[in-house]
């Protein structure tokens, strides 16, 4: 097993009917002044969630910033750093999916930033951000985990850019996870959270095999939760249990803990942002494309891990070889049955532009990601031209 520090310090607050305890939460964090509630495009007044909360909060300050966009813009979020300049915010409630929450994040750093906080994302010399204000969170769509951990990704759409951020200063201080909210999302964005929650436990998991059996059989247990609980609720997100199941779910494959003491991927994230970046494809779509064929692209080295996936999460039989190439097929044909196209030619016309442009910015980058550090410009641009 290898080394590892492990701290998450978020509380979660899990289940209906929790919503009149943020109060509490908020007192806990010593909040008196004004608080920031911080969503996207709308959908959580058009549910009654805005409401809810004003209600819950009638005896706080609130002032509000609509208009987070998926895939959160640099540009909208500069304009909620000046908002909270302006009116002294002392805490920000994120309230929205994942890219609300990135949003939070980025904002909570930026606020107190002297310089232009874009070169914190560009990794510009030693561009960091140093103090963060304090904020929560109201996941309304399980899929990203960003509700329990401390990264964030954030665009630039008019330098095609996606970038990460994150450390010990972006944990939200609590987190509210509602399962009831599941029910008013669209068939496009359940499917999404779990290929996301799929592919946050792949990554964390489909590398070489481990003496960590402990970390690995919780891996297969998410992916055969998602696998048996994610069909229904894409039929019915009303059916509580469950939503709960995806929530809760979605929420493990990436608060911490599936990363301790096992090697990491992550390279199918970091090739799906740029296709979200030049495409403006939705983050789980570009991870169903890039997935499939980077495993077949590193087929070899990924080999016994995918044995073992195929053998005990989708149950097959034959020979090793068979078994793990079942295994990437079985992969595919999940996220297609969830009504996700894994081909990237079917999502733009410019499609094929993208293999020269991630090649280019592997390299400029000089990034070499993977568990083995070799997935490289070639590498990332031939999984990119299979994946056409
Ligand atoms: O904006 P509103 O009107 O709220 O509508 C949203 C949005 O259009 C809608 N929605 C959310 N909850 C709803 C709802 N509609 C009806 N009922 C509800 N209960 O769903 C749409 C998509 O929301 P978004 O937040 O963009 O989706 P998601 O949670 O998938 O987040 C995607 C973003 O998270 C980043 C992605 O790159 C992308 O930018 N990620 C963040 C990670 C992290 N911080 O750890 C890890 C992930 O790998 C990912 O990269
Ligand atoms: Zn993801």
Redesign the pocket.
């Known amino acids: 097993m290898l080394n590892f520090e492990y701290h998450n310090p978020v509380k979660i607050v899990f289940g209906k009917d929790q919503l009149p305890k943020l109060p509490s939460y908020l007192s806990d964090e010593q909040v008196s002044g004004k608080v920031l509630i911080l969503?996207?495009?709308?959908?959580?007044e058009?549910?009654g969630?805005l409401d809810r909360i004003k209600q819950v909060l009638s005896s706080y300050q609130l002032s509000y910033f609509k208009g987070?966009?998926?895939?959160?813009e640099y540009s909208t979020l500069m304009k909620a750093v000046e908002q909270i300049r302006q009116e002294n915010i002392e805490f920000v409630l994120a309230v929205?999916?994942?890219?609300?929450?990135?949003a939070a994040?980025f904002i909570v750093g930026a606020v107190n930033y002297d310089g232009e906080p874009w070169d914190v994302l560009a990794r510009k010399g030693s561009a960091q951000f140093k103090d963060a204000l304090p904020f929560g969170t109201i996941l309304?769509?399980?899929?990203?985990?960003?509700e329990a951990?401390s990264?964030?990704?954030?665009?630039r759409s008019e330098i095609q850019e996606?970038r990460?951020m994150?450390g010990p200063l972006f944990f939200p201080k609590f987190s509210f996870l509602d399962p009831t909210?599941?029910?008013?999302?669209?068939e496009r964005?359940i499917a999404?959270?779990i290929i996301?929650a799929f592919?946050?436990t792949l990554e964390q998991y489909l590398t070489y095999p481990t003496q960590n059996r402990l970390q690995e059989r919780e891996a297969e247990a998410i992916l055969q939760t998602l696998i048996e609980i994610g069909p229904k609720v894409l039929q019915n997100p009303s059916d509580y249990d469950a939503a709960a199941n995806l929530m809760w779910c979605a929420t493990h494959a990436?608060n911490g803990n599936l990363r301790c003491g096992v090697p990491t991927d992550w390279a199918t994230?970091m090739i799906?942002?740029e296709l979200?970046a030049l495409f403006g494809i939705?983050?789980?779509r570009t991870?169903a494309i890039v997935a499939p064929r980077l495993y077949e692209q590193l087929f070899e080295e990924k080999k016994e891990k995918l044995q073992q996936y195929g053998q005990r999460v989708w149950n097959l039989d034959g020979s090793p070889e068979q078994i793990a190439q079942k295994a990437i097929e079985e992969t595919e044909t999940f996220f297609q049955r969830l009504g996700v196209n894994t081909r990237l030619s079917s999502y733009s016309p410019e499609a094929p532009s993208a293999v020269n442009i991630v090649r280019e910015r592997f390299l400029e980058r000089n990034w070499h990601l993977g568990e083995h550090k070799n997935v490289d410009a070639l590498i990332a641009a031939k999984i990119v031209e299979q994946s056409l």
Request: charged residues 10%.
């Open positions: 969503y996207g495009g709308g959908s959580i058009k549910t969630l987070v966009e998926a895939n959160p929205g999916g994942g890219s609300v929450i990135d994040k309304t769509l399980p899929a990203t985990g960003s951990n990264g964030a990704v954030i665009s996606k990460t994150g909210l599941i029910a008013t999302l669209p964005q999404n959270g996301d592919m946050h990436l994230h799906g942002h979200t939705d983050h789980a991870l």
